[in-house]
């Protein structure tokens, strides 16, 4: 039997626990006057109630309605309400300490007991006390309702336990029930349990009353009687519960005794008592399902006892938590204790079934340890074939089971955890009829696994060996492990294992004696093989990795919620389970939600729309899903645009899920086959360049903006139709007179002139004249308006002799002056008629302004599929609209230097060259400098690193460099070192008057055979850390960042000797990110605003700043500012934590002193006021942009240069370590070495 943990939280003492009877919530009440409200399936706090005046000693959920009850030492009762988090009413009337409350299943009643020595009962509907229960003379520490009896248990300090009739209490205070009151004659015949020590039916203590006169208490009722006073304790009494369906009662005393009771019609006995407590037994209660007691008592103990049998089955022990109360939940197998230091939530032993799959069958055993047989083909379950009862200790769950068809056999594998585990073969029966095993062949071992026909293999925790065996059980091969870190041995292949540890999963062949591959992955607990064998999936509790069968990582995913199983399906999908969902992940990692489950489930196969699925009752189900979506996804990956076709015609695949995954896939076109909204399918076939589906939405639409969208969008393509359509809709008449001129539609345009006079708009019938040309339409209009000047020399320069006279003579007649002949005016000759230039192309066709072709998804819906190929074109050249801007000549000038680049026109050498051209000296040709190569050259030719083109001042190569190897795309920042660079590996010597200057150039020593150029740097980067140290130091913080950065940048534009000299450079790298990235969180934390909205983040921020990897005497400060913070508002084990990690590094001293202090406080309440997502003892990187914690297991992205984590929302974005790189940009790696 193995205790596994669920849930813990960590508080002050909790004095009482309840699960809620349908969601993942769990109540605690403290001793500090808190009740807590937890998720204990998500291990967050939902909410906190603090009204009570002292210690909360009980609390309860009620069965069906959204409200709680509590109980404390301010003598009061509250019923509160989980919709709006508040006290509903307070119900008084006990005089001392509440101890216990509790609902009635079914009637609208509170029970509740108390140190005033009754027991009451309470109408919370209309808040009246409805019975005073008397008869104790001590403390009552307990009182519970019978699950579906009138009858009460109370137990008390006055060393007794009572049942009490509450029928007549019913009959007074509800209608009659429909069903006996009592317990039935069927219940009080003896229990058979083979090998009892003592019958059920042998009265030790009894104290029936039974008088047919009703009796009365002190106070003269009797609508409650005390039915049966049970005595045998020695000491107080502290609890007492009723078996949930058996006419039985377990207690527990200060006597550190557990008893059990038994209850007839007519009298009550103990049957035997329990030992093994070594101090108060504090609570105990029957499981719900199995015949187990389960204890807890100030022993710090939880111990399982036998029900049948009396016997310890299995203690678990805590160091310095006394356990004060255990809770189960009303319908799964979960307990949970309060203790100490917070509570626990836990189950006893795995419910998941062990099961093999061999080809359509699937091998399971069940509840009641018998193997059973489901036939996926026929969707049949079989009858039990065999009974592994006899396997084990009756407590045990088997763990695996591992089939051999050839042999017809099973493996099964039960206690592993302790030193008892131990493997078993069994061969399984040719009859369908219930038998037991006709031969066991078992043995010690852990992990067990058939790895061929007639070979498995079994591990040995005892000499850390991995024991190979024969069907005879026989060991013929022993391979001996260093470690002893294995969780599981599973199958890996015809003759391998795959050997799952701590930290690592390995592929062993147990055949060669020889490991074939490894992956780091943490805790993996399982594996689910793909069907062709190519893909496993890893699973961890919340971490998902996919491998190929190579142990070559292809994608890790993270999950908030526990993933229980996994299972590929025939297209290779893997899907996997939760606590509360079947979902789905392609290899690229794209994934989604298929189905929300009510209970968990253990994905076992997948077959088109159906999941087959294990239960924890262990049976079999088959749950139908919907396969469509990821199918759809992965035919989209796969450019499948036949099956993506298929699926749009076929399937009801709808939802902005799905439209929102295509737009960020770029697939526009196959998202407008889902979309029915208007305004949605008009944004999508403008995006996709679809003019014909957005014309159709843009008239339903009928928006000036979406108008002038689409006349944009056709005007790009040369639509001239519907731009045509667009200027008319929104009558923009200049812009349609000029649509018509280049379209050359000279018949529209004069329609446009004419419209224009109508309209008299003056200004656009002289602009439609000029796109006509008419000159003398033109020439009267400014006539008419009174400008002889322009109208005279429009009519004179186009021939118009006749209105050249008119418009004279109409000037003159208006100014009174002589009329002047057109034959008087000089014009030169070279002035001739003025024409407009015509349209060169048909204006009745289109034009591409923009090239919109037709996607793949597109020619499939036409049928024009074939001869496609499906490769799509990748630009793999570097970005370079940032290295541009190095190429200035004010840079540098290039005819001093002669910095020339050799250029070669055919990169591919000469086709025609014979090989007699070639010298026979290879070497002497290699060795010696061709003629008429510069030096800078050679300095480009011979450098491997952007350092090397840099100094030879061919910044645009140097920049493709950088960005094909570190993703660089913003190169400003390098600007100041690249002319350093360039500037101190060259010499200008003047020469005397009236002779050339002298030019020379800065090689590298040892680089005369082949050129190399100097790179300064490397000499001063341990001088600029240590200015980095002291900027720190004096907390000039924005400083040091600069400091820290421009180390970067000297490191980009560096060229170094040898390995080592690179490796210092990466180092002093990875220290600049993590400086930078904790002072970029320290700025961030003092640049919040003193709010209390804040508070949180401001604790959260100084708690990250403690991850950050820096030097123990820097990080001191960083623990300081959080050890304060955190004390300052009251996160009390937050502080403790920081403080002892202060103490660590810093033990003397007056820091140490209040360090010392804080921690001694701080321990002492224990609680933290604020939540914040931090825990120190998670690993998890920062998000460098948003300063949030990535978890192990989540997706991210790195940026190349410096390794810094993002989020994958952050993707290329710039990054804000180095301020040049791009995040998740490909990157081939640094490279420092010059030659």
Same mark, same amino acid.
């Given at each position: 039997?193995?205790?596994?943990?669920?849930?813990?939280?960590?508080?002050?003492?909790?004095?009482?626990?309840?699960?809620?009877?349908?969601?993942?919530?769990?109540?605690?009440?403290?001793?500090?006057?808190?009740?807590?409200?937890?998720?204990?399936?998500?291990?967050?706090?939902?909410?906190?109630?603090?009204?009570?005046?002292?210690?909360?000693?009980?609390?309860?959920?009620?069965?069906?309605?959204?409200?709680?009850?509590?109980?404390?030492?301010?003598?009061?009762?509250?019923?509160?309400?989980?919709?709006?988090?508040?006290?509903?009413?307070?119900?008084?009337?006990?005089?001392?300490?509440?101890?216990?409350?509790?609902?009635?299943?079914?009637?609208?009643?509170?029970?509740?007991?108390?140190?005033?020595?009754?027991?009451?009962?309470?109408?919370?509907?209309?808040?009246?006390?409805?019975?005073?229960?008397?008869?104790?003379?001590?403390?009552?520490?307990?009182?519970? =309702? +019978? #699950?579906?009896? /009138?009858?009460?248990? %109370?137990?008390?300090? @006055?060393? *007794?336990? !009572?049942? &009490? $009739?509450?029928?007549?209490?019913?009959?007074?205070?509800?209608?009659?029930?429909?069903?006996?009151?009592?317990?039935?004659?069927?219940?009080?015949?003896?229990?058979?349990?083979?090998?009892?020590?003592?019958?059920?039916?042998?009265?030790?203590?009894?104290?029936?009353?039974?008088?047919?006169?009703?009796?009365?208490?002190?106070?003269?009722?009797?609508?409650?009687?005390?039915?049966?006073?049970?005595?045998?304790?020695?000491?107080?009494?502290?609890?007492?519960?009723?078996?949930?369906?058996?006419?039985?009662?377990?207690?527990?005393?200060?006597?550190?005794?557990?008893?059990?009771?038994?209850?007839?019609?007519?009298?009550?006995?103990?049957?035997?008592?329990?030992?093994?407590?070594?101090?108060?037994?504090?609570?105990?209660? =029957? +499981? #719900?399902?199995? /015949?187990?007691?389960? %204890?807890?008592?100030? @022993?710090? *103990?939880? !111990?399982? &006892? $036998?029900?049948?049998?009396?016997?310890?089955?299995?203690?678990?022990?805590?160091?310095?938590?006394?356990?004060?109360?255990?809770?189960?939940?009303?319908?799964?197998?979960?307990?949970?204790?309060?203790?100490?230091?917070?509570?626990?939530?836990?189950?006893?032993?795995?419910?998941?079934?062990?099961?093999?799959?061999?080809?359509?069958?699937?091998?399971?055993?069940?509840?009641?340890?018998?193997?059973?047989?489901?036939?996926?083909?026929?969707?049949?379950?079989?009858?039990?074939?065999?009974?592994?009862?006899?396997?084990?200790?009756?407590?045990?769950?088997?763990?695996?089971?591992?089939?051999?068809?050839?042999?017809?056999?099973?493996?099964?594998?039960?206690?592993?955890?302790?030193?008892?585990?131990?493997?078993?073969?069994?061969?399984? #029966?040719?009859?369908?009829?219930?038998?037991?095993?006709?031969?066991?062949?078992?043995?010690?071992?852990?992990?067990?696994?058939?790895?061929?026909?007639?070979?498995?293999?079994?591990?040995?925790?005892?000499?850390?060996?991995?024991?190979?065996?024969?069907?005879?059980?026989?060991?013929?091969?022993?391979?001996?492990?260093?470690?002893?870190?294995?969780?599981?041995?599973?199958?890996?292949?015809?003759?391998?294992?795959?050997?799952?540890?701590?930290?690592?999963?390995?592929?062993?062949?147990?055949?060669?004696?020889?490991?074939?591959?490894?992956?780091?992955?943490?805790?993996?607990?399982?594996?689910?093989?793909?069907?062709?064998?190519?893909?496993?999936?890893?699973?961890?509790?919340?971490?998902?990795?996919?491998?190929?069968?190579?142990?070559?990582?292809?994608?890790?995913?993270?999950?908030?919620?526990?993933?229980?199983?996994?299972?590929?399906?025939?297209?290779?999908?893997?899907?996997?389970?939760?606590?509360?969902?079947?979902?789905?992940?392609?290899?690229?990692?794209?994934?989604?939600?298929?189905?929300?489950?009510?209970?968990?489930?253990?994905?076992?196969?997948?077959?088109?729309?159906?999941?087959?699925?294990?239960?924890?009752?262990?049976?079999?189900?088959?749950?139908?899903?919907?396969?469509?979506?990821?199918?759809?996804?992965?035919?989209?990956?796969?450019?499948?645009?036949?099956?993506?076709?298929?699926?749009?015609?076929?399937?009801?695949?709808?939802?902005?899920?799905?439209?929102?995954?295509?737009?960020?896939?770029?697939?526009?076109?196959?998202?407008?086959?889902?979309?029915?909204?208007?305004?949605?399918?008009?944004?999508?076939?403008?995006?996709?360049?679809?003019?014909?589906?957005?014309?159709?939405?843009?008239?339903?639409?009928?928006?000036?903006?979406?108008?002038?969208?689409?006349?944009?969008?056709?005007?790009?393509?040369?639509?001239?139709?519907?731009?045509?359509?667009?200027?008319?809709?929104?009558?923009?008449?200049?812009?349609?007179?000029?649509?018509?001129?280049?379209?050359?539609?000279?018949?529209?345009?004069?329609?446009?002139?004419?419209?224009?006079?109508?309209?008299?708009?003056?200004?656009?019938?002289?602009?439609?004249?000029?796109?006509?040309?008419?000159?003398?339409?033109?020439?009267?209009?400014?006539?008419?308006?009174?400008?002889?000047?322009?109208?005279?020399?429009?009519?004179?320069?186009?021939?118009?002799?006749?209105?050249?006279?008119?418009?004279?003579?109409?000037?003159?007649?208006?100014?009174?002056?002589?009329?002047?002949?057109?034959?008087?005016?000089?014009?030169?000759?070279?002035?001739?008629?003025?024409?407009?230039?015509?349209?060169?192309?048909?204006?009745?066709?289109?034009?591409?302004?923009?090239?919109?072709?037709?996607?793949?998804?597109?020619?499939?819906?036409?049928?024009?599929?074939?001869?496609?190929?499906?490769?799509?074109?990748?630009?793999?050249?570097?970005?370079?609209?940032?290295?541009?801007?190095?190429?200035?000549?004010?840079?540098?000038?290039?005819?001093?230097?002669?910095?020339?680049?050799?250029?070669?026109?055919?990169?591919?050498?000469?086709?025609?060259?014979?090989?007699?051209?070639?010298?026979?000296?290879?070497?002497?040709?290699?060795?010696?400098?061709?003629?008429?190569?510069?030096?800078?050259?050679?300095?480009?030719?011979?450098?491997?690193?952007?350092?090397?083109?840099?100094?030879?001042?061919?910044?645009?190569?140097?920049?493709?460099?950088?960005?094909?190897?570190?993703?660089?795309?913003?190169?400003?920042?390098?600007?100041?070192?690249?002319?350093?660079?360039?500037?101190?590996?060259?010499?200008?010597?003047?020469?005397?008057?009236?002779?050339?200057?002298?030019?020379?150039?800065?090689?590298?020593?040892?680089?005369?055979?082949?050129?190399?150029?100097?790179?300064?740097?490397?000499?001063?980067?341990?001088?600029?850390?240590?200015?980095?140290?002291?900027?720190?130091?004096?907390?000039?913080?924005?400083?040091?960042?600069?400091?820290?950065?421009?180390?970067?940048?000297?490191?980009?534009?560096?060229?170094?000797?040898?390995?080592?000299?690179?490796?210092?450079?990466?180092?002093?790298?990875?220290?600049?990110?993590?400086?930078?990235?904790?002072?970029?969180?320290?700025?961030?934390?003092?640049?919040?605003?003193?709010?209390?909205?804040?508070?949180?983040?401001?604790?959260?921020?100084?708690?990250?700043?403690?991850?950050?990897?820096?030097?123990?005497?820097?990080?001191?400060?960083?623990?300081?500012?959080?050890?304060?913070?955190?004390?300052?508002?009251?996160?009390?084990?937050?502080?403790?934590?920081?403080?002892?990690?202060?103490?660590?590094?810093?033990?003397?001293?007056?820091?140490?002193?209040?360090?010392?202090?804080?921690?001694?406080?701080?321990?002492?309440?224990?609680?933290?006021?604020?939540?914040?997502?931090?825990?120190?003892?998670?690993?998890?990187?920062?998000?460098?942009?948003?300063?949030?914690?990535?978890?192990?297991?989540?997706?991210?992205?790195?940026?190349?240069?410096?390794?810094?984590?993002?989020?994958?929302?952050?993707?290329?974005?710039?990054?804000?370590?180095?301020?040049?790189?791009?995040?998740?940009?490909?990157?081939?790696?640094?490279?420092?070495?010059?030659?």
């Amino acid at each position: 039997m193995k205790m596994l943990t669920k849930f813990e939280s960590k508080s002050s003492r909790a004095k009482c626990v309840a699960f809620h009877p349908k969601r993942p919530w769990i109540l605690v009440s403290l001793h500090s006057s808190t009740i807590q409200l937890w998720d204990y399936r998500m291990g967050t706090l939902i909410d906190r109630f603090e009204e009570h005046d002292g210690p909360v000693r009980s609390v309860a959920f009620h069965p069906t309605q959204p409200i709680f009850v509590s109980g404390g030492d301010d003598y009061t009762i509250k019923i509160w309400s989980l919709t709006t988090r508040k006290c509903m009413y307070t119900l008084n009337g006990h005089l001392d300490y509440v101890r216990s409350v509790c609902f009635h299943n079914e009637l609208p009643w509170i029970l509740s007991c108390s140190d005033d020595q009754t027991i009451r009962v309470w109408n919370f509907i209309n808040r009246q006390e409805i019975c005073v229960i008397t008869g104790h003379n001590h403390y009552v520490m307990s009182a519970q =309702f +019978h #699950p579906n009896q /009138d009858l009460i248990v %109370s137990a008390s300090l @006055d060393q *007794t336990v !009572r049942v &009490w $009739d509450i029928s007549g209490l019913r009959k007074k205070h509800s209608a009659p029930s429909g069903g006996a009151l009592s317990m039935s004659m069927s219940m009080t015949s003896s229990i058979n349990i083979p090998g009892a020590p003592r019958s059920f039916d042998d009265p030790f203590v009894i104290r029936g009353m039974n008088s047919g006169v009703p009796q009365q208490d002190i106070f003269g009722n009797t609508d409650v009687v005390v039915k049966y006073v049970l005595e045998g304790h020695d000491r107080g009494v502290n609890w007492a519960s009723f078996h949930p369906t058996l006419p039985l009662i377990v207690s527990g005393g200060d006597d550190r005794l557990v008893k059990l009771w038994r209850m007839s019609e007519t009298k009550a006995w103990e049957v035997d008592t329990c030992r093994g407590h070594t101090n108060n037994v504090t609570c105990t209660l =029957f +499981h #719900p399902t199995q /015949d187990l007691i389960i %204890s807890v008592g100030e @022993d710090k *103990t939880v !111990r399982t &006892w $036998d029900l049948n049998k009396r016997t310890l089955v299995k203690q678990f022990k805590r160091e310095k938590d006394r356990f004060w109360l255990i809770s189960s939940h009303p319908n799964i197998n979960l307990f949970a204790t309060a203790h100490d230091s917070g509570v626990m939530v836990f189950k006893l032993e795995r419910e998941r079934p062990a099961h093999s799959i061999s080809q359509n069958q699937l091998y399971f055993i069940n509840k009641d340890k018998q193997v059973q047989l489901y036939d996926y083909n026929r969707n049949e379950c079989s009858s039990p074939l065999l009974s592994l009862k006899k396997i084990g200790k009756p407590w045990s769950v088997f763990r695996t089971l591992s089939y051999n068809p050839a042999e017809r056999s099973i493996l099964v594998t039960t206690g592993f955890e302790d030193n008892n585990s131990l493997y078993a073969l069994v061969s399984l #029966p040719s009859s369908s009829v219930l038998s037991d095993p006709s031969e066991i062949r078992q043995g010690s071992g852990s992990f067990a696994v058939f790895i061929a026909r007639n070979r498995f293999v079994v591990y040995n925790k005892e000499n850390s060996s991995l024991e190979v065996k024969d069907l005879n059980n026989a060991t013929t091969k022993a391979i001996k492990f260093d470690d002893n870190g294995i969780i599981d041995v599973v199958y890996g292949g015809a003759g391998s294992v795959l050997i799952l540890k701590k930290n690592a999963v390995i592929l062993y062949n147990v055949q060669q004696k020889k490991q074939i591959a490894d992956i780091s992955v943490n805790n993996v607990k399982y594996v689910s093989w793909s069907l062709d064998g190519q893909y496993l999936a890893l699973l961890s509790k919340h971490t998902i990795t996919i491998v190929d069968k190579k142990l070559q990582l292809i994608i890790s995913m993270h999950e908030t919620i526990r993933i229980k199983s996994a299972a590929w399906d025939d297209t290779g999908v893997l899907l996997y389970s939760t606590l509360n969902h079947i979902k789905y992940t392609l290899l690229n990692g794209d994934n989604g939600i298929i189905k929300t489950l009510d209970n968990t489930v253990y994905i076992t196969k997948i077959h088109g729309s159906s999941c087959y699925v294990l239960t924890r009752a262990g049976t079999v189900e088959v749950i139908k899903i919907d396969p469509t979506e990821y199918r759809f996804k992965k035919a989209l990956v796969n450019k499948n645009f036949n099956e993506v076709l298929r699926i749009i015609k076929k399937s009801n695949l709808v939802g902005q899920n799905i439209i929102a995954y295509l737009q960020k896939k770029g697939y526009p076109e196959i998202a407008l086959q889902f979309v029915e909204d208007s305004e949605t399918r008009f944004e999508l076939a403008i995006e996709c360049g679809n003019l014909d589906i957005a014309y159709e939405e843009a008239k339903k639409l009928d928006s000036k903006t979406s108008w002038e969208t689409l006349g944009h969008e056709a005007l790009q393509q040369g639509n001239i139709k519907i731009v045509e359509f667009v200027y008319q809709k929104l009558t923009l008449m200049d812009k349609l007179s000029f649509f018509y001129l280049i379209t050359g539609d000279s018949d529209k345009l004069a329609k446009m002139e004419a419209i224009s006079q109508r309209r008299q708009n003056i200004s656009s019938f002289i602009q439609n004249s000029i796109y006509l040309n008419s000159s003398e339409k033109r020439a009267k209009v400014f006539l008419q308006q009174g400008n002889y000047a322009l109208a005279f020399a429009i009519a004179t320069s186009n021939g118009l002799e006749d209105l050249s006279q008119e418009i004279l003579q109409v000037q003159a007649a208006e100014e009174g002056e002589e009329v002047i002949s057109p034959d008087q005016i000089f014009l030169p000759n070279e002035i001739g008629q003025a024409s407009i230039l015509t349209p060169i192309k048909d204006g009745t066709q289109s034009w591409p302004l923009k090239q919109s072709t037709t996607s793949l998804l597109e020619k499939a819906i036409m049928g024009q599929m074939e001869g496609l190929s499906l490769d799509e074109h990748v630009d793999n050249s570097p970005a370079t609209k940032d290295a541009s801007q190095f190429n200035d000549e004010q840079i540098y000038d290039e005819e001093i230097y002669g910095d020339e680049v050799a250029v070669e026109d055919d990169a591919w050498g000469d086709d025609n060259l014979e090989v007699s051209d070639v010298g026979e000296d290879i070497d002497d040709v290699e060795d010696s400098q061709a003629p008429g190569i510069t030096e800078v050259a050679q300095w480009i030719r011979n450098s491997r690193c952007a350092a090397g083109h840099v100094a030879a001042g061919s910044f645009d190569t140097a920049a493709q460099l950088l960005n094909r190897q570190l993703g660089i795309v913003n190169f400003e920042p390098l600007r100041k070192r690249f002319l350093e660079v360039y500037q101190c590996s060259k010499l200008y010597l003047p020469a005397n008057e009236g002779l050339p200057s002298i030019n020379a150039f800065i090689r590298k020593e040892g680089s005369d055979e082949k050129p190399l150029p100097f790179i300064f740097g490397f000499d001063d980067l341990d001088k600029k850390v240590q200015e980095g140290y002291r900027l720190f130091k004096v907390n000039n913080l924005k400083d040091a960042i600069e400091i820290f950065r421009e180390i970067i940048y000297t490191i980009v534009v560096l060229g170094v000797s040898d390995k080592e000299e690179e490796t210092k450079c990466v180092d002093i790298l990875h220290l600049c990110r993590e400086y930078i990235l904790g002072l970029s969180i320290e700025l961030a934390r003092r640049s919040l605003a003193p709010s209390p909205e804040n508070v949180k983040r401001n604790l959260e921020l100084a708690a990250y700043f403690t991850k950050v990897k820096l030097h123990p005497s820097h990080r001191v400060n960083a623990l300081q500012v959080a050890m304060t913070q955190s004390f300052k508002n009251k996160n009390f084990s937050s502080a403790s934590y920081f403080a002892g990690e202060f103490l660590k590094i810093v033990r003397s001293g007056a820091r140490a002193e209040t360090a010392k202090k804080i921690k001694n406080k701080a321990d002492q309440i224990g609680k933290d006021s604020i939540e914040i997502d931090f825990d120190p003892y998670t690993e998890f990187d920062i998000c460098a942009k948003s300063f949030v914690p990535i978890y192990k297991g989540s997706r991210f992205v790195t940026e190349a240069l410096v390794g810094a984590k993002y989020q994958t929302s952050e993707e290329g974005k710039l990054c804000s370590i180095t301020k040049i790189s791009q995040i998740g940009a490909p990157a081939s790696g640094l490279n420092l070495i010059i030659a």
